[in-house]
């Protein structure tokens, strides 16, 4: 019995978590825990010594909290959390609506074009689909828009703000592939694009084929003059626009790493919110602690993943996916990488994306890199930034995937009582399946992710 305890210890530790994170514990302290737990079971049986767990320590702070690129995590968190507050998002959605009224399904469009936009410097997809749901569902659903549809729009649009740089989960993930954020955040641009236009195509095809599901506006909605026109496109896109070049522009241009981009989207969003007259003490006490709690649950899974991944390794968990990989006959490329994107999508049905990046990617990422895919349009320098992008648009379906979604929680918490959650599931299927084609797309023309980095000079 100890003797097959001892063989198969990884294997039982990697099934816990899966058991402990799926029953509702916090993911930062099962990681933590099992880590510590295995760790003292692994010395009682003879394959673990325990003063490597001095080891664990100094990962944690040469991996975390000495590492520049995670640096840039709380300023993104807290740009986000300024726009959030500062009441910016509402002037955007008006002014989007104004600008796009006579398109079909026009609400709809606004708020997947509104979504794109706010990705960038939001970055956080509970505060864009809270955001985008209290701003933009009342009016949708007061305009006789099909609840299902109004939903999927806002849960879509609010998702692309993981994708779409500067995304924290990129940074977290070019930190497991051990890659540059620079390049990942370039790679990703065009695919979160290409989601936003496949969403915005069908919103567009549902309004002309279903008009019912996505009434006009009357023609009197909005300003009347040609002065309030602009006024209104000025206020509400001007400013957040020109934050999103900013943001981008100055990775883009050399100006800034990844990491002083957050600053740089920092000052730019308290500049918005003083030139909206709206920079108050209150909302930007409010910011900070947002803030502070978002930044310590962040780092407390970055920690406890430091432990558990050791520990892990240790106890010969490299090993074990190598021979469960052979297993099932599982050794080419292309089959290697069907099982990581078909893996990722299914745990987007139980799991979140943090969870499903500290499971999948210092995993499967080292055994992709023995592959070469350059007959398929991606030298190993660029294998990284775009197995990371596909990995990306895969965890789109992390956040919007019944029963566990989080998005799901996010908007049924926001949405009027006689809405039901069966509503909110259904909402997520057609968008879920155009995530889906926007990922073999990805997959099939991988210029899809490369092309900004390459123009850039990342990849030469």
């Known amino acids: 019995m100890l003797e097959f305890l001892a063989t198969n210890l990884a294997l039982i530790m990697f099934v816990s978590m899966f058991f402990f994170i799926f029953v509702g ?16 079971v692994g010395t009682w049986l003879g394959v673990f010594k325990i003063f490597d767990m001095s080891n664990i320590v100094l990962r944690m702070w040469g991996g975390v909290a000495n590492d520049p690129v995670l640096a840039s995590i709380p300023m993104f968190i807290f740009m986000g959390a300024i ?19 006579r398109c079909p399904g026009a609400l709809a469009v606004s708020v997947m074009v509104m979504g794109t936009i706010l990705a960038a410097p939001i970055g956080v997809v509970g505060a864009a689909v809270i955001t985008l749901s209290v701003i933009a569902l ?23 703000g993981i994708l779409i740089p500067p995304a924290i989960m990129l940074v977290v993930m070019a930190e497991m592939l051990a890659t540059s954020a620079g390049n990942l955040f ?20 549902v309004a002309v084929f279903k008009p019912g599901a996505t009434p006009r506006l009357p023609p009197d909605f909005g300003p009347q003059t040609r002065k309030a026109f602009w006024y209104a496109l000025w206020r509400g896109m001007f400013p957040m626009t020109t934050l999103m070049v900013f943001v981008l522009g ?27 007259n709206r920079l108050k003490l209150k909302m930007m006490t409010e910011a ?13 899974i970055f920690l406890g993943a430091t432990g558990f991944s050791y520990v892990f390794r240790v106890l010969g968990g490299d090993e074990l996916m190598i021979s469960t990989l052979a297993y099932f006959g599982i050794d080419t490329k292309w089959e290697m990488l069907a099982f990581v994107m078909v893996l990722i999508f299914l745990l987007g049905f139980p799991f979140e994306w943090i969870e499903i990046c500290l499971i999948v990617l210092p995993v499967f990422g080292p055994i992709l890199l023995k592959y070469d895919f350059s007959d398929h349009g991606v030298p190993p320098a660029a294998l990284m930034t775009w197995f990371g992008t596909l990995v990306a648009v895969n965890l789109q379906t992390a956040f919007m995937t019944p029963p566990f979604g989080a998005t ?31 990922l ?14 390459r123009l850039a000079g990342f990849l030469e």
């Open 25 to 40: 514990y916090p993911v930062a302290f099962v990681m933590g825990g099992l880590s510590l737990f295995f760790a003292l």
């Open 83 to 101: 726009l959030e507050r500062s009441g910016s998002a509402k002037d955007m959605l008006d002014a989007t609506v104004v600008l796009l009224k």
């Open 138 to 160: 009342p009016p949708m659903l007061a305009a006789g828009y099909d609840k299902r549809l109004a939903i999927g729009t806002i849960a879509s649009a609010g998702t692309l």
């Open 186 to 205: 370039l790679g990703a641009v065009m695919p979160g694009f290409l989601l936003s236009g496949l969403y915005i195509i069908y919103i567009i095809a």
């Open 250 to 276: 100055s990775i883009f241009a050399g100006w800034a790493t990844p990491t002083e981009s957050g600053a740089v989207g920092v000052l730019g969003a308290m500049f918005i919110a003083a030139l909206n």
């Open 288 to 300: 900070i602690f947002s803030t502070c709690r978002a930044n310590g649950l962040v780092f407390m």
């Open 408 to 438: 799901l929680f996010y908007m049924k918490g926001t949405v009027p009582p006689g809405v039901k959650m069966s509503d909110v599931f259904a909402a997520m299927y057609p968008f879920v399946a155009l995530q889906v084609l926007g």
């Open 440 to 453: 073999m797309l990805c997959i099939y023309f991988p210029s899809i992710s490369l092309w900004l980095p």
